[in-house]
């Protein structure tokens, strides 16, 4: 039988992986890593950048493709007997990962490299060793005895929790439903009524985003829309089945990462968190955060009263925020987003990124032919002046067995081999829209519409780097808080009158957007967003805290609480378990950083300004950031490509100015 996973073909073949596929290939996989660890780390193995590369980085790249897409078909497309496979590898290459990143020979070699060759490797392979060598670090390869294996246990133990807490959200997510009535259903949209009806008449709602949103903003019901609000902010809590809940999950993740700052010398997880980002120390972010929730509160003050005046009459609980939120705003600026909604279908917005992606950067983008892991994925190469620079695959839709979100992960780096051979970048860009009903297209919300600009805004980063290093070549090795500057950058074009005349047409008669609904939107843009503001940054400094103050852990709602009434003024309900599918912070890579959405804001609305100054689509200035950002990846540091293209330091006006709080 061939393995694909140890194909060493350009694209992975994830229509042929199948779960009996993973143990054979990684196992062989790490055998094969280990022996070039052994090879490399040998006192007779040259001090040599290039030999290094040459020995470790031709095996490990190939362990971490092939893992890769084990994960990723894992996130998009999960089975019983996928993660069965996946669960059993996962020990084994964390257990290599660990031993690999705190190997004492290897962290010995790469400094005798730096002190060797130095001044003499470019400034990107420089950097490379710089990031290594502060790695191995943080990675405990300067630890001894027991422990060393006391750090190897908790990556392994962490890599397992980490695992589990994700599976509970998605079982959780999947495991819950809810047949409706058609009575009980006055309000909804008719996208969701044709998307979820059943054979006999009723309706099949879940916890899917595409439906659980358009339910609480539009159903008359408040009974229909309390039921989906408990169900869906106590998934995987102690309010649901007793094996998906992530109470003791959360705090032994916390505590074993606080542990392991302890091992390394550092008084909390947030200062490790902190070492290779941008901000220096958990105070200068909870600073960060309080002033920007002080100028927000009483916009967001503002915005709670507005709401609560406008449902005068009405109760107001955390169920009735969305529903009143929607009729506040159509009776403000006389819209809905379900009117908006059939401007926006996915071929017709995404065919309009790429233009604009094309006439910003100088690429073409064409669909082309790969295996893929469900029939509705797109797979795409960009090219320049007819030469492949990229390719990308794009999974839309919600699924059962999806996880939930949005998401960019890069197949593959761009990376010069040492044989000679350039490598070019691979990503995948996934989100979870809602699917196309019967034969017409899928419409997207505006939120879709600026989500999938996201997502490709990290692709782009990904995809647009001329830097040939693994390590800093894309979004390698760009600090964790500036990494959502290309991203949220894009966001911004989803407000641009031009821009919007190309992403829209309606459903049924093709009409682009109308001028008069634009303005309304507009007008819209700022809506709530002293509320929104308040939340993003109660979101962060409970993560900064959690993973801030040891011992904070033996009481996670408490601390939620504590951050809750200091800078919260839309208090949800007591029985809300947020943080228990609060997957970035506990799943995901955002531990200790998740203030980095609003810190790289910061960033990417000071970055937007300028092409508000000298003209959305000036070649010059799209060329500028393209060089100085987009190219660079992780080669510099984050704020030198940013003084490079603005040409001073980031200031928080843009910021304020953006989001209606100047």
């Known amino acids: 039988?061939?393995?694909?996973?140890?194909?060493?073909?350009?694209?992975?073949?994830?229509?042929?992986?199948?779960?009996?596929?993973?143990?054979?290939?990684?196992?062989?996989?790490?055998?094969?890593?280990?022996?070039?660890?052994?090879?490399?780390?040998?006192?007779?193995?040259?001090?040599?950048?290039?030999?290094?590369?040459?020995?470790?980085?031709?095996?490990?790249?190939?362990?971490?493709?092939?893992?890769?897409?084990?994960?990723?078909?894992?996130?998009?497309?999960?089975?019983?007997?996928?993660?069965?496979?996946?669960?059993?590898?996962?020990?084994?290459?964390t257990e290599f990962s660990t031993a690999m990143g705190a190997n004492e020979a290897l962290f010995a070699k790469y400094k005798a490299v730096l002190a060797v060759q130095g001044s003499s490797l470019s400034a990107p392979r420089q950097q490379v060793l710089k990031h290594a060598i502060r790695n191995f670090v943080l990675s405990g390869a300067e630890l001894q005895g027991a422990a060393r294996e006391r750090y190897a246990a908790i990556q392994e133990r962490s890599a397992e929790l980490q695992q589990q807490f994700s599976e509970h959200v998605l079982d959780a997510t999947d495991g819950w439903s809810y047949v409706a009535k058609a009575e009980e259903?006055?309000?909804?949209?008719?996208?969701?009524?044709?998307?979820?009806?059943?054979?006999?008449?009723?309706?099949?709602?879940?916890?899917?985003?595409?439906?659980?949103?358009?339910?609480?903003?539009?159903?008359?019901?408040?009974?229909?829309?309390?039921?989906?609000?408990?169900?869906?902010?106590?998934?995987?809590?102690?309010?649901?089945?007793?094996?998906?809940?992530?109470?003791?999950?959360?705090?032994?993740?916390?505590?074993?990462?606080?542990?392991?700052?302890?091992?390394l010398g550092y008084a909390s997880f947030a200062e490790v968190s902190l070492a290779p980002k941008m901000a220096s120390s958990p105070d200068e972010v909870k600073t960060f955060l309080r002033d920007l929730a002080k100028r927000a509160r009483p916009f967001a003050e503002k915005d709670l009263a507005e709401l609560r005046e406008f449902a005068k009459g009405s109760p107001l609980e955390a169920w009735d925020v969305s529903y009143w939120s929607e009729k506040l705003k159509e009776a403000r600026y006389a819209f809905s987003d379900q009117t908006v909604k059939q401007y926006f279908t996915a071929p017709k917005v995404v065919a309009g990124l790429f233009s604009i992606i094309e006439r910003l950067f100088d690429v073409s983008i064409a669909e082309a032919s790969a295996p893929v892991w469900n029939d509705t994925v797109k797979f795409y190469e960009l090219r320049r002046g007819g030469q492949l620079i990229a390719q990308f695959y794009l999974d839309l839709f919600a699924r059962p067995g999806k996880r939930p979100g949005a998401w960019m992960d890069e197949v593959r780096s761009r990376w010069l081999k040492p044989t000679g051979e350039q490598q070019t970048p691979v990503a995948q860009l996934v989100c979870n829209f809602a699917s196309p009903v019967g034969d017409r297209p899928a419409l997207l919300t505006h939120d879709d519409v600026i989500t999938l600009f996201h997502e490709f805004g990290h692709g782009l980063h990904h995809m647009l780097t001329q830097v040939n290093d693994l390590g800093v070549s894309g979004i390698s090795g760009v600090e964790w808080d500036a990494v959502e500057l290309p991203s949220q950058f894009m966001e911004n074009f989803c407000w641009e009158w031009d821009v919007l005349c190309q992403l829209s047409g309606h459903v049924d008669t093709g009409e682009p957007l109308p001028r008069e609904l634009f303005d309304k939107m507009t007008?819209?843009?700022?809506?709530?967003?002293?509320?929104?503001?308040?939340?993003?940054?109660?979101?962060?400094?409970?993560?900064?805290?959690?993973?801030?103050?040891?011992?904070?852990?033996?009481?996670?709602?408490?601390?939620?609480?504590?951050?809750?009434?200091?800078v919260a003024v839309l208090v949800p309900p007591a029985f809300?378990?947020?943080?228990?599918?609060?997957?970035?912070?506990?799943?995901?890579?955002?531990?200790?950083?998740?203030?980095?959405?609003?810190?790289?804001?910061?960033?990417?609305?000071?970055?937007?300004?300028?092409?508000?100054?000298?003209?959305?689509?000036?070649?010059?200035?799209?060329?500028?950031?393209?060089?100085?950002?987009?190219?660079?990846?992780g080669a510099r540091d984050a704020i030198d490509n940013f003084k490079a293209f603005r040409g001073r330091e980031p200031t928080i006006d843009?910021?304020?100015?953006?989001?209606?709080m100047a």
């Open 1 to 93: 039988m061939t393995n694909p996973l140890l194909s060493t073909a350009a694209l992975p073949n994830f229509a042929a992986i199948q779960p009996e596929h993973v143990q054979p290939a990684i196992t062989e996989l790490l055998a094969a890593a280990q022996a070039a660890l052994d090879e490399a780390t040998k006192p007779e193995t040259p001090a040599d950048y290039d030999a290094l590369s040459r020995i470790l980085d031709t095996t490990t790249e190939h362990l971490g493709a092939a893992w890769g897409a084990v994960g990723h078909l894992n996130a998009v497309a999960d089975t019983p007997a996928l993660r069965e496979a996946y669960n059993a590898m996962l020990p084994a290459v």
């Open 576 to 633: 809300n378990r947020f943080q228990h599918s609060f997957s970035h912070v506990f799943a995901g890579g955002y531990a200790a950083g998740y203030y980095s959405y609003k810190w790289a804001e910061l960033l990417s609305a000071d970055a937007w300004s300028a092409f508000e100054e000298e003209g959305v689509f000036n070649a010059a200035t799209g060329k500028r950031f393209l060089a100085e950002v987009l190219e660079q990846g």
């Open 523 to 566: 007008a819209a843009k700022n809506f709530q967003s002293g509320l929104m503001t308040l939340r993003q940054i109660e979101f962060a400094l409970f993560d900064m805290r959690l993973h801030g103050e040891p011992g904070a852990e033996a009481d996670v709602q408490k601390v939620l609480d504590e951050v809750r009434a200091e």
């Open 185 to 263: 259903l006055a309000g909804v949209p008719q996208d969701v009524l044709d998307a979820t009806k059943l054979d006999d008449g009723g309706h099949k709602l879940t916890l899917h985003f595409p439906c659980y949103l358009p339910v609480m903003q539009y159903a008359e019901s408040r009974e229909l829309r309390e039921k989906l609000y408990r169900a869906y902010v106590t998934r995987a809590s102690e309010s649901g089945k007793p094996e998906w809940d992530n109470t003791a999950a959360m705090r032994e993740i916390v505590s074993l990462r606080q542990e392991e700052a302890q091992l």
């Open 654 to 660: 843009a910021l304020l100015r953006h989001q209606g």
